[in-house]
């Protein structure tokens, strides 16, 4: 029974209650107490059975409400479980994804720090380029006057240098076609032609025959005057060395300062330093103080080296030829301290010059290239005290340095056949050097000393293992070596021909060099029949 129905019972009985009351109350009394009684039994069964369906009712009602209750949190449960799994599924989902996202951030931050170190590298590269292109442009302004100071010679002088290397080649080629279209004559003719240019050449000209010296003693005066020049334990020997980087030592008996080096200007400081020492020591009646000399030396030096440039402004003004870059013009002078066989090589120089532009004349070709080229073909002589090789070719290399033109450079290294002829002018220079030095009284050397220098050239050479023979040729400026083959191989030969020049070096004295051949020859014979 549901709760609505036992309500209405229950106010059904309350109401028929009360309306009894009312309906007996002018009854009798027992009838009412009886009615009233058998009411109250009623009422009372009533009431007991609307509490007994009342509590069933309630049971029910209990039970359907725990029931659905417990349909409710089954209902409940199943969808909690339900939106558990789905928030596990949601939180692992979110999990994964935090990972992912964590992975991606992680990746994010690497690639940020890998393009902030690129773009800190890309900055610091092109800060570097920035600061190359700085470099490059000052370099590039820079460079022409760098080139200049390298060069030793302006932009203009350049110019002009090739400027005037080309009207010179016009001039060569001109005159080369000039002697092409001349008719063909025969050698003997040739021969005759050019005797008779030499020697009208050398009729021509009229300059200093004299034998110069120079000398490498200077005497000592006598007495205390010498132990004054010379200073306690041979000072002043010692500073005039130090400033002349010449040797000086006293010969055996005293009497004399020996001055040796190859340095002829070197020779001539020492020796005008002795003598304002001496002529001081005789005046003073003193000895002379080391730092006095010392200083004297080198004002003697610094005059000496304006007489050397002037001495070669005097050579160029002399034949009328353009000056030469300054460094040229003071080996050109000092070359009057240079002898070749008691020649002085300064008058040599000039003589050549004007034979070889007497003969260039004759020839048609430029006298004043002519001339430049004689003048300057024996100036590696003023350097070979300095460096090793050939004069003729340290003059050529100082000259292309310098600014002389290629023509006259390369008559300067072609003289003594070091380089090939490539012009006319490179004969020229060839031929005047050898008529200047041969010609009657020009060169003096001592005949008893050539011999014995010779001699002693051989001797040194046979002495070595494996020396067959050996020969001095070209007046003992070359020394011809032959080895056996079976004893000597190629690179024994090589060896042999330094070991025979560093010798030859340590142990004779000579002017100038000595070309040391080394021939190793094989010969296979056999006979026939």
């Known amino acids: 029974m549901s709760l609505l129905t036992l309500l209405v019972v229950l106010l059904a009985a309350t109401s028929g209650a009360g309306l009894g009351w009312w309906a007996v109350k002018g009854l009798k009394k027992r009838e009412g107490e009886r009615l009233l009684q058998g009411a109250r039994a009623v009422a009372s069964s009533l009431r007991a059975a609307s509490e007994a369906e009342a509590s069933a009712a309630k049971r029910q009602m209990v039970m359907a409400a725990k029931e659905e209750v417990l349909a409710s949190q089954a209902e409940v449960e199943k969808r909690l479980r339900a939106r558990e799994d789905d928030l596990s599924a949601r939180l692992a989902a979110l999990e994964a994804s935090g990972r992912e996202l964590e992975r991606w951030r992680q990746e994010v931050g690497e690639t940020a720090a890998g393009q902030t170190a690129d773009s800190r590298a890309g900055a610091a590269r092109a800060d570097a380029t920035a600061a190359l292109r700085r470099t490059a442009a000052a370099d590039a302004r820079r460079a022409p006057k760098v080139l200049e100071e390298r060069a030793g010679i302006t932009r203009e002088a350049l110019k002009r240098t090739f400027v005037e290397a080309e009207i010179e080649a016009a001039h060569l080629e001109a005159a080369q076609r000039a002697r092409a279209s001349d008719a063909p004559i025969s050698g003997t003719e040739d021969a005759r032609r050019a005797k008779r240019l030499l020697g009208i050449a050398v009729g021509r000209f009229s300059g200093h025959y004299l034998t110069e010296r120079s000398h490498?003693?200077?005497?000592?005066?006598?007495?205390?005057?010498?132990?004054?020049?010379?200073?306690?334990?041979?000072?002043?020997?010692?500073?005039?060395?130090?400033?002349?980087?010449?040797?000086?030592?006293?010969?055996?008996?005293?009497?004399?300062?020996?001055?040796?080096?190859?340095?002829?200007?070197?020779?001539?400081?020492?020796?005008?330093?002795?003598?304002?020492?001496?002529?001081?020591?005789?005046?003073?009646?003193?000895?002379?103080?080391?730092?006095?000399?010392?200083?004297?030396?080198?004002?003697?030096?610094?005059?000496?080296?304006?007489?050397?440039?002037?001495?070669?402004?005097?050579?160029?003004?002399?034949?009328?030829?353009?000056?030469?870059?300054?460094?040229?013009?003071?080996?050109?002078?000092?070359?009057?301290?240079?002898?070749?066989?008691?020649?002085?090589?300064?008058?040599?120089?000039?003589?050549?010059?004007?034979?070889?532009?007497?003969?260039?004349?004759?020839?048609?070709?430029?006298?004043?290239?002519?001339?430049?080229?004689?003048?300057?073909?024996?100036?590696?002589?003023?350097?070979?005290?300095?460096?090793?090789?050939?004069?003729?070719?340290?003059?050529?290399?100082?000259?292309?340095?310098?600014?002389?033109?290629?023509?006259?450079?390369?008559?300067?290294?072609?003289?003594?056949?070091?380089?090939?002829?490539?012009?006319?002018?490179?004969?020229?220079?060839?031929?005047?050097?050898?008529?200047?030095?041969?010609?009657?009284?020009?060169?003096?050397?001592?005949?008893?000393?050539?011999?014995?220098?010779?001699?002693?050239?051989?001797?040194?050479?046979?002495?070595?293992?494996?020396?067959?023979?050996?020969?001095?040729?070209?007046?003992?400026?070359?020394?011809?070596?032959?080895?056996?083959?079976?004893?000597?191989?190629?690179?024994?030969?090589?060896?042999?021909?330094?070991?025979?020049?560093?010798?030859?070096?340590?142990?004779?004295?000579?002017?100038?060099?000595?070309?040391?051949?080394?021939?190793?020859?094989?010969?296979?014979?056999?006979?026939?029949?």
């Open 216 to 529: 490498s003693l200077w005497p000592l005066p006598e007495g205390q005057a010498a132990e004054m020049l010379l200073g306690p334990e041979a000072r002043n020997l010692a500073i005039i060395e130090e400033v002349t980087k010449i040797r000086l030592s006293l010969v055996d008996d005293g009497s004399a300062i020996r001055m040796e080096g190859l340095d002829g200007v070197g020779r001539e400081l020492a020796r005008r330093t002795l003598a304002w020492a001496g002529r001081a020591v005789q005046v003073t009646r003193s000895a002379v103080e080391p730092a006095l000399i010392e200083r004297t030396a080198r004002e003697i030096v610094k005059k000496l080296d304006h007489e050397l440039f002037d001495l070669g402004r005097r050579a160029f003004r002399a034949l009328e030829i353009p000056p030469a870059h300054a460094e040229i013009v003071r080996l050109v002078g000092r070359l009057n301290y240079r002898t070749s066989f008691t020649q002085n090589q300064w008058k040599h120089a000039v003589e050549a010059a004007f034979l070889c532009g007497m003969i260039a004349a004759e020839l048609r070709l430029d006298v004043k290239v002519a001339r430049r080229a004689a003048l300057l073909h024996d100036i590696g002589k003023a350097l070979t005290h300095e460096l090793d090789g050939s004069h003729a070719v340290i003059g050529a290399d100082y000259a292309r340095r310098l600014g002389e033109t290629e023509v006259v450079a390369n008559a300067i290294g072609a003289h003594h056949t070091d380089e090939p002829f490539n012009s006319p002018y490179a004969y020229l220079v060839a031929a005047t050097d050898a008529m200047s030095g041969a010609r009657p009284g020009a060169r003096r050397q001592a005949e008893d000393n050539f011999v014995s220098k010779v001699a002693d050239l051989e001797r040194l050479s046979r002495a070595f293992r494996g020396v067959s023979d050996a020969f001095a040729v070209q007046g003992g400026r070359e020394i011809r070596v032959y080895v056996d083959e079976d004893k000597v191989d190629d690179l024994g030969a090589v060896e042999l021909s330094s070991a025979l020049a560093q010798e030859i070096s340590s142990t004779m004295t000579f002017p100038g060099q000595i070309r040391v051949t080394v021939i190793r020859e094989l010969l296979a014979v056999e006979n026939a029949g």
